[in-house]
């Protein structure tokens, strides 16, 4: 497995002088305004134009206009959906790389949202389920077979950064392939979940962010208290225990986070890819490999990246709009070729 050796990542992850964390802190409330500048691209932008008169008018003084009902009722929500699902990805996506230790884990590359979905469309089309209360469940069990299935092929303890990615594009395919398959057998599920199975957020209404908001919060809240175990289990499983970790608690929680944040993001708007992959990347090139902080910084800026990928395809297609999950993987895929090159895995 590719991963720095105990004694550099000890020094890495020394405690870091106060300046240092002064620093972190100023750049996290940088990311938050940067955060709320592109929430407001999201409300004022879309596949049609409004001026911004009538964007404040609907915020602030709703008379039930056709600008003001499109304000209220599908931007604000599609924009809150952004950064509740882009949150979700990018920290499962985090956590995921720290406990496999692992540059590539990602939920879209290991399988993770290919089976929450193949468990949703089985829901909608052999059971009936409609709603989002009522399939969210098939997402979480779903994201966490796959998740078990992946780590068991790619060869638990002892899986490799390419193994571990190999198993997952392959159940990837699998899930993909079936739910494909269960499409083009029902036209009525196909219908319905046409938008849903490439990735979008222009479904998004009050009540799917008023059911999805639980799950996302207590995936956070799971995964920001692990930072510090996290941390600790860099530095190898015996140097962990010594510190007081224990990982196999570590590991359970780890999982019950990427599962609950996987799984409602996907139940919720569809497989999304390389969100989770892409910015804790760009998070540790700003604070380092320390979990107390990537996790914060990463739950910021994904739905920065997310929400500004979704103002991109409602903008170059005008007046129709490219679903968010389109516009990631065209992002995402050669970033994703950068890295497994720049890591020079000499495993393949």
């Known amino acids: 497995m590719l991963v720095d050796s105990p004694s550099r990542q000890s020094a890495e992850q020394a405690p870091a002088p106060p300046k240092h964390n002064a620093a972190r802190a100023a750049g996290l409330l940088l990311s938050l305004a940067v955060l709320l500048l592109v929430v407001v691209a999201s409300i004022a932008i879309g596949a049609k134009a409004v001026p911004l008169g009538d964007v404040w ?35 499962a996506g985090a956590v995921m790389q720290a406990l496999t230790r692992n540059p590539l884990a990602e939920p879209g590359i290991l399988g993770v949202n290919a089976g929450a979905s193949a468990a949703v469309v089985s829901a909608m089309s052999f059971l009936g389920v409609s709603s989002f209360t009522g399939y969210v469940w098939f997402a979480f069990a779903g994201a966490a077979v796959v998740s078990v299935l992946v780590y068991v092929l790619s060869g638990s303890r002892g899986a490799t950064p390419v193994r571990l990615a190999l198993a997952g594009t392959a159940a990837t395919y699998a899930m993909f392939g079936y739910v494909n398959a269960v499409e083009l057998l029902d036209s009525a599920a196909l219908d319905k979940m046409r938008f849903w199975t490439v990735g979008s957020l222009a479904t998004a209404t009050s009540g799917t962010v008023s059911q999805v908001w639980p799950f996302v919060a207590a995936g956070l809240l799971v995964a920001l208290l692990l ?18 970790a224990h990982l196999t608690r570590t590991r359970v929680l780890a999982m019950l986070a990427v599962t609950l944040l996987c799984g409602s993001a996907t139940a919720a708007c569809g497989p999304i890819v390389f969100i989770g992959l892409m910015v804790p990347h760009i998070v540790r090139a700003i604070t380092g490999p320390d979990m ?33 999950g389109i516009v990631t993987a065209l992002i995402g895929g050669p ?14």
């Open 227 to 244: 930072g510090r175990p996290l941390n600790a289990m860099a530095l190898g499983d015996d140097t962990a225990r010594s510190l007081g």
């Open 292 to 324: 107390r902080w990537t996790l914060p910084y990463a739950a910021v800026l994904s739905p920065v990246l997310l929400l500004g990928a979704d103002v991109v395809g409602r903008m170059v297609a005008r007046p129709a709009e490219l679903q968010v």
């Open 57 to 91: 008018h609907g915020l602030a003084h709703s008379s039930g206009t056709g600008n003001d009902v499109l304000i209220r009722d599908v931007r604000i929500p599609r924009t809150l959906l952004g950064v509740l699902v882009g949150a979700a990805l990018g920290v």
């Open 335 to 348: 970033i994703f070729i950068f890295l497994v090159r720049r890591r020079r895995m000499t495993q393949l």
